[in-house]
């Protein structure tokens, strides 16, 4: 799954979940992402992290790309399904799509 593929079904699975009134902000939509990523995008993942405030959506996506890019577009997004510190919601959402 592509870097645009992976967002895109996350920005589907974030409205889908707002027409129910789950709302997902921008910094929990930056967090369920990271935790989604494939090893190779440990990098960002650590970067992002060390930040005082995380990149909004449409930047990390940004960042996602650019790594995709540089890595070939041969290589997967999606490598794990959650941590242990992701919260049922959120591996309810990165396992969804993961599946798709």
């Known amino acids: 799954m592509t870097v645009a593929n992976y967002t895109t079904k996350m920005k589907e699975i974030c409205n889908a979940l707002g027409s129910i009134n789950v709302i997902m902000d921008d910094d929990e939509m930056v967090q369920i992402c990271l935790c989604g990523l494939a090893p190779w995008y440990e990098p960002i993942q650590t ?5 005082e405030k995380p990149p ?9 790309m650019v790594k995709e890019n540089h890595a070939g ?11 242990k510190k992701a919260s049922s919601r959120r591996r309810r959402l990165i396992e969804h799509v993961r599946i798709m």
């Open 47 to 51: 970067a992002i992290c060390m930040r």
């Open 56 to 64: 909004s959506f449409f930047d990390l996506q940004s960042m996602l």
């Open 73 to 83: 577009a041969s290589r997967s997004i999606v490598g794990i399904v959650a941590t």
